[in-house]
């Protein structure tokens, strides 16, 4: 069974940093590029960007909303993805979820980790 | 990268039907047929529920179908049930790496 797991989430000031985590399991994470997407309260989702695999040198794509602020990547000996996100802003405030991307959508979701940006 | 333009919100009674349109670009969704679709509950993460235009992951029922035509795809929930109440989401590819979502379509089961 697919199961991804993040972690990592909660209060950071503005101008502050954060790293949240997602344990994957129940599948070959190798074989897979790995997504970030986030919620805010009440709002819709957001694609925050993603990391390849190895074949594909674990390159990083991002929104524009969040290059140079937030890196992306992964550990492929822990089966894990991380993001590092920097220079917090009020409105990074979201629900993040990790998911699994099957190249043309993203076939498997976390239950989410809640990062709030708040003084 | 502009998020692609759905209705607020669509309604229909059980056993009816509801079509959902999802309106992008010539740059996302009229450029690429990898429009997926997404269900999610409140207080829950979003699950996939058709993929690459029209495709539905095991699982999901046939009730839900989709299409695209030029820059617009559609979604249809037919034979309409209470647990299909819920937020659902298009996505598009969108180019140089990038993905956009949908802005969002509470749909309501009268």
């Known amino acids: 069974e697919v199961q991804l797991v993040e972690s990592g989430g909660g209060l950071v000031q503005p101008g502050g940093s954060l790293r949240l985590s997602c344990a994957a399991s129940?599948?070959?994470?190798?074989?897979?590029?790995m997504d970030w997407v986030r919620q805010a309260p009440g709002k819709g989702l957001e694609w925050v960007g993603r990391?390849?695999?190895?074949?594909?040198?674990?390159?990083?794509d991002y929104a524009a909303s969040v290059k140079g602020r937030f890196t992306i990547s992964r550990d492929d000996s822990q089966n894990s993805m991380f993001l590092q996100m920097n220079s917090l802003k009020t409105e990074d405030t979201a629900m993040y979820y990790c998911a699994r991307d099957a190249a043309t959508s993203l076939d498997y979701w976390g239950q989410g980790a809640l990062v709030t940006v708040s003084s | 990268q502009s998020a692609l333009t759905q209705p607020p919100s669509a309604s229909g009674s059980p056993g009816q039907s509801v079509t959902i349109s999802c309106t992008g670009t010539s740059s996302d969704v009229g450029n690429y047929n990898y429009v997926s679709w997404y269900q999610q509950h409140p207080g829950k993460a979003p699950k996939l529920i058709i993929y690459?235009?029209?495709k539905r992951p095991s699982g999901v029922p046939d009730r839900f179908s989709a299409s695209k035509s030029g820059n617009t795809a559609s979604l249809t929930v037919s034979g309409l049930q209470a647990e299909d109440e819920a937020d659902y989401y298009c996505c598009s590819y969108a180019g140089s790496n990038n993905f956009v979502f949908g802005t969002g379509t509470k749909v309501t089961v009268l």
């Open positions: 129940g599948f070959t994470f190798t074989n897979y590029y």
């Open positions: 990391v390849k695999h190895k074949a594909h040198s674990y390159d990083a």
């Open positions: 690459e235009v029209t």
